[in-house]
């Protein structure tokens, strides 16, 4: 029945899309010459989104899609029309579009850049934070942690000076950078942009803290290629089990989100076996299409860790999928967050409608867990709040943020934040979300694209 309702959708969209291009004026003479077809597609998207966007009903009849410069425009003019009770401002920061043979390459973890990213520690303090392992990056040796001093011959590495860094990492195809590494010794290394395939596993590990076992685990991302995944999800967990792992910190500070189905193999590989058939999640659409779309979905336990305590590390730019697994963990499981800032707020998502040679993204879903708990907009809160250990890298005990789980797993207390310098500073912060802009946020639930 989904997948019909899909097919009656799409057809409609298309049927539109025909009519407009063929209609006569009524004088019955020579038909106008057709709009263009990116024209076409501008009403195509706002029908989809009338049809699909959570608060659908909030979209003026008077919004004119013709009006905006493309589709993309379109679903950020849309995220206007989201008033959601208790919020005074619109909750919809997400709705967007993206060309299909784009976001072919995100979604599968194809990726053509430097494989590095940064973010400030303090005001004129730029590290790496970090690097996918095969990507130019990565085989060049740079590392989390390191200092970022000189960029193209510029020596201003300051906050001010955000934009020119996020041209020079993100969208440059090469450049020339000075690092300085943690035993204080300098590199000139130059970057050129190559394609490779992200591994969004970072890092696993299992450390002794007192008289437990704790596995460790990096997860960058709820995208990519899942089939590799997947492989190595079984791995890990598999490790864990055989070295008696009691106790997991899943460190998703800077994950973005992607995938529901990822996520639920990752909360099913978590979850405690006593749990297993219990009620994960719960998957709502707007009142067009609950009838429809609405499912619940159950937990199938995977493997055979049976943790007694979950730990998160989280950052305001831990958002969407990696949301979703803590909230959906929270209700069957003793989960702890430890961070540097709340977690980002996005308990909603969408799925890839196809417009022409665009996806439109229009917010279509809320999820909640096994208690109705999902509203978190405006983020979740942390348990300890701590640094985000920028000067150390992947699995340092000393790291700030591990360090403090590793503290309260072996004595009860997480360390406390003025031991780790931790500043909040606004100005640092915002710096921080202009060079995390270029990465993904949001949960996506593919298989509402199978419509055969």
């Known amino acids: 029945m989904r997948s019909l309702k899909l097919k009656l959708l799409l057809a409609f969209v298309m049927g539109l899309t025909i009519l407009s291009a063929c209609k006569k004026n009524k004088g019955g003479d020579t038909p106008p010459p057709p709009p263009p077809a990116a024209d076409k597609f501008k009403d ?25 410069t493309d589709l993309d425009k379109i679903m950020t003019a849309i995220r206007t029309y989201s008033k959601e009770p208790g919020f005074t401002n619109p909750v919809d920061r997400w709705s967007f579009a993206y060309k299909q043979k784009d976001w072919d390459n995100v979604s599968s973890g194809s990726a053509l850049d430097f494989g590095m990213s940064v973010f400030f520690r303090v005001e004129g303090d730029l590290r790496v934070k970090f690097v996918e392992k095969a990507s130019p990056a990565g085989l060049k040796g740079i590392r989390r942690g390191w200092r970022i001093t000189k960029i193209n011959g510029n020596t201003n590495i300051t906050t001010g000076n955000a934009a020119f860094i996020v041209n020079a990492i993100f969208e440059s195809p090469n450049a020339s950078i000075t690092f300085q590494k943690p035993d204080g010794s300098s590199v000139d290394i130059d970057l050129v942009a190559a394609a490779y395939q992200e591994n969004p ?13 704790v596995g460790y685990m990096v997860f960058n991302s709820f995208l990519g290629d899942t089939t590799a995944i997947y492989n190595k999800f079984q791995q890990v967990f598999n490790k864990f089990t055989q070295q008696n792992v009691t106790d997991v910190i899943i460190d998703l500070r800077y994950n973005g989100g992607g995938y529901v189905s990822m996520q639920h193999k990752l909360a099913n590989y978590l979850i405690k ?15 067009k299409y609950a009838q429809f779309f609405n499912e619940s979905t159950n937990f ?13 590390i989280v950052s305001n730019n831990t958002a969407s999928a990696s949301e979703l697994l803590i909230n959906n963990l929270k209700p069957h499981m003793d989960v702890k967050l430890v961070g540097p800032s709340k ?31 999902g509203n978190y907009f405006d983020g979740m809160a942390l348990d300890n709040t701590v640094a985000d250990g920028l000067d150390k890298d992947w699995g340092d005990i000393n790291e700030a943020s591990l360090a403090s789980v590793l503290k309260h797993i072996s004595t009860g207390s997480f360390r406390l ?27 996506i639930d593919a298989r509402r694209l199978r419509t055969h």
Do not use: C
Not at 273 to 287: I, K, R, V
């Open 417 to 443: 934040r003025s031991t780790d310098t931790y500043q909040a500073n606004p100005v640092v912060d915002k710096s921080n979300e202009t060079l995390s802009a270029p990465e993904f946020k949001g949960t």
């Open 44 to 68: 195509s998207a706002l029908l989809v989104t009338r049809e699909l966007y959570l608060w659908y009903n909030q979209i003026p009849s008077s919004f004119n899609a013709q009006s905006y």
């Open 201 to 213: 596993i970072f890092l696993d590990s299992v450390y002794t803290a007192g008289t437990k076992k």
């Open 273 to 287: 076996p006593s749990a297993n058939g219990s009620l994960m999640m719960t998957q709502s659409f707007n009142d």
């Open 300 to 312: 199938t336990k995977l493997g055979a860790l049976n943790p007694e305590h979950i730990y998160f």
């Open 343 to 373: 977690t980002y707020g996005k308990p909603v998502g969408y799925f890839p409608y196809p417009v022409g040679d665009w996806y439109v993204f229009p917010v279509s879903f809320r999820s909640t867990n096994s208690t109705g708990q």
